[in-house]
């Protein structure tokens, strides 16, 4: 079946620095990847959603300067958290959309703490 | 945008018994409905979907039901195991940019 490799799994890092995310899918084109914060006890939130070779569209309230998103390929996605703070401490997780089939494939999700 | 409530928020059952969450959601464009199981720090896991062309879909002890005109959608589990144990998500998207937007979720606890 289809799959999305992420990494890392988990980070730790301090105020201030930059963390980047890296999903990659591996048997299939992501056409589109979303990314998703969700913080301990609630749902999915879409940070969001980019398109190979295109800027990523934001959803309302998420700084794009913050998160940096690049889809530089049809199988390589990277959020980057820039200038972490302990209220960016969450866990990221990505979803590809396979070919625009409307089949999501969720990857395995980063815990990221910020100290 | 789309809004997708669930109910209830938690869930506790007897093993054997059966458990139903059910969904609303506000945009009649929405046309795919995926239901996901989530355990403690995993990704979601895709347990059934159901797309707007169909009322009722059914895998085994899990079922799932679709009213377009009220636009409610419920995930049923039946003969229910300590192992379905987990926080069950509800979704909804349309067509147009495939985005999924979740609901709160439901944690599901079984009791042997």
């Known amino acids: 079946g289809a799959v999305v490799s992420q990494h890392p799994s988990w980070v730790i890092c301090k105020s201030g620095t930059s963390v980047k995310i890296e999903c990659r899918s591996l048997?299939?084109?992501?056409?589109?990847m979303f990314w998703y914060r969700q913080f301990p006890k609630q749902s999915l939130m879409l940070m969001a959603t980019?398109?190979?070779?295109?800027?990523?569209?934001?959803e309302q309230g998420v700084e794009k300067d913050k998160f940096l998103i690049n889809h530089a390929s049809l199988t390589l996605s990277t959020l980057t958290v820039t200038s972490a703070h302990p209220e960016d401490s969450s866990f990221y997780i990505c979803s590809g959309d396979r070919e625009g089939l409307l089949v999501y494939t969720f990857g395995s999700g980063t815990r990221l703490t910020v100290v | 945008g789309e809004n997708v409530e669930q109910h209830p928020s938690t869930l506790s059952v007897q093993e054997g018994d059966s458990a139903v969450i059910k969904c609303t959601y506000s945009?009649?464009?929405?046309?795919?409905f995926p239901w996901y199981k989530q355990e403690l720090g995993k990704r979601p896991q895709l347990i059934i979907d159901?797309?707007?062309?169909?009322g009722e879909k059914k895998d085994q002890r899990i079922a799932v039901t679709l009213n377009k005109t009220a636009k409610h959608f419920s995930l049923h589990i039946t003969e229910t195991q300590p192992e379905d144990s987990a926080v069950y998500f509800c979704a909804a998207s349309t067509g147009s940019n495939y985005k999924l937007t979740f609901g709160k979720g439901t944690l599901l606890t079984v009791n042997p």
């Open positions: 980019s398109n190979e070779g295109s800027k990523a569209t934001y």
């Open positions: 945009d009649s464009a929405s046309n795919y």
């Open positions: 159901i797309r707007s062309n169909v």
């Open positions: 048997d299939f084109q992501a056409t589109t």
